[in-house]
Structure formats: structure tokens, C-alpha cells
């Protein structure tokens, strides 16, 4: 990519994971939570919803093309995670 470009290549590839994340999720849990629903970036990367609309289980997913990324103090994931 020439200099001065930006890419949205890899904030692409994030989302497109997370909603295939997501697809797979509400696939093998389905049976189990039949009243409830998966939303996107909503209140949080993924989140299971009641009938009510409240969350019920908040999900990160995070995709790291180029390294593997730990879940330690100091790792970049758990300090960008939001709390709510």
C-alpha cells in the first residue's frame, strides 16, 4: 500500500469474525436458549439477550492476524475492554 493510504482491512476481518463468532454461538446454543437473542455491538462485542432485551452474557472476540495475544495484566485486550 503506497504511503499516506489507510486500510480498513483489518477492522474488516474483525467484524466479519465476530459475526461469524456470533453465527456459530446462536447455532450450538439455540436449543438451549430458545426465548434469547444475540446482538452485535451492542452492549458489548457479542451479547446474549432475554426476551426483555437485557443482557444476559456479554462476549469479547478478538482476531490477531499477525501474533498470538495473551490475556495477562499488561496484554493491550484487557485494558481496551470496556466495563460497563
Known sequence: ???GQHSAAASASGYLYQTSWALLEL??????RPDQALTLEMHDDIAWEDASGNP?????AKLHRKANAGLGDRD???WMSRVK
Open 1 to 3: 500500500m503506497p504511503v
Open 27 to 32: 447455532l450450538r446454543q439455540a436449543p438451549h
Open 56 to 60: 444476559t452474557e456479554l462476549l469479547q
Open 76 to 78: 493491550t485486550d484487557v
